[in-house]
């Protein structure tokens, strides 16, 4: 059906015991492309699917707005697992969609790199899509000599702003082994602990140290502070995503910044994309609150400096 598992018989398993007949799927732009069978087989047993075109970014961010609007009693989402421990205001079903394929290459390529730079003990962790595959990386770890250890209370599940699998566990070991496409959660994990970071990503087929690209962020993070002690007027963005509305967060910042003697706006924004805040000119820096990662991922799209909330911490010690 497709290379991830988006687990259909339990959906409408799900979908029947709840009695939804309308439901809208939604899913990170990645995964779109393969839903096409999984909204096929969805209708063929007699649902009324929708695909939902925007972006979805993590288990934080529920379409319930969109779902209420088009009439869909049920969410299914996908890619993610639960984020809040909040009810949801449509019922939802997550689906984590797990990568299918054969990594046992991989496991093998990246115990045997680990083992080569002289590590002793590994710490692994992984993003949605990978973590079934911890348990296959750990034995390729310890087949090669090397000790591998796993969070038990997460099991080794890392999200883009949560990487307590790894903090767990640094002080038990010498490294830690990602799995896992891209650098945004290997990246994640390199700036919360100080051991060395390796990404073993299935998409690329390589083993990268994730030393040289953490060294740069940090440059261009305190850039991007330290250029936000010039500004004299700040944005402060409330995004309104079911997990990352922050508005006590927002106003207390505001109030801080004033205190400093700095003007500061609240703007609420659905998505806090540059296109919609590039209109803002009045504002010499924006701090995004809510979810932590999008000021440091688009910091390059945008001519200003664009910090989150812990970053507004450090730009607060120095003014
Ligand atoms: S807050 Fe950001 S990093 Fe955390 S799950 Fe949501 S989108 Fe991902």
């Known amino acids: 059906m497709s290379d991830y598992d988006f687990e259909l018989e339990r959906v409408i398993r799900e ?4 009695g939804a007949r309308a439901i809208l799927i939604q899913a990170p732009d990645g995964l779109k492309q393969h839903l096409a ?16 075109a925007d972006p979805c970014y993590g288990g934080c961010d529920l379409a319930e707005d969109e779902a209420r609007r088009v009439g869909a009693d049920m969410i299914v989402h996908i890619g993610h697992h639960r984020f809040s421990c909040a009810d949801e205001a449509v019922p939802t079903v997550y689906v984590p969609a797990a990568h299918i394929a054969d990594l046992s290459w991989l496991a093998e390529k990246a115990a045997g790199l680990l083992a080569r730079r002289g590590f002793r003990s590994a710490g692994l ?6 973590q079934p595959y911890i348990g296959e990386f750990a034995r390729a770890l310890e087949a090669a000599g090397v000790r591998a250890v796993v969070d038990r ?7 883009g702003c949560r ?8 002080g038990d070991v010498d490294a830690f082994l ?24 299935p998409y690329r087929g390589e083993v990268k140290d994730m030393a040289p690209i953490k060294k740069k962020e940090l440059a261009k993070r305190w ?11 700040f944005g402060v963005v409330v995004v309104a995503k079911s997990g990352q509305l922050d508005m006590e967060g927002a106003r207390s910042l505001k109030a801080r910044l004033e205190g400093k003697g700095k003007r500061a706006f609240i703007i609420a924004a659905g998505e806090a994309s540059w296109e919609r805040l590039a209109g803002f000119s009045f504002a010499d820096a924006l701090v995004v609150t809510g979810c932590p990662r999008v000021a440091p991922d688009n910091q390059a799209s945008y001519p ?9 911490e450090e730009l607060l010690k120095r003014l």
Not at 15 to 18: F, I, M, Q, V, Y
């Open 15 to 18: 979908a029947r015991g709840r």
């Open 37 to 52: 069978e999984f909204y096929a087989r969805l209708e063929a047993e007699g649902f009324s699917p929708m695909i939902s």
């Open 125 to 130: 962790v992984a993003n949605t899509q990978h």
């Open 153 to 159: 209370k997460t099991g080794g599940l890392v999200l």
């Open 163 to 170: 990487t307590a699998a790894a903090t767990a566990i640094e």
């Open 178 to 201: 990602f799995i896992g496409g891209g650098d945004f959660h290997a990246l994640g994990v390199a700036k919360a602990v100080d051991k060395e970071v390796y990404a073993a990503d």
């Open 223 to 233: 850039w991007s502070i330290m250029e936000a002690t010039r500004a004299k007027t």
């Open 304 to 312: 200003k400096p664009v910090l989150n909330m812990q970053e507004c």
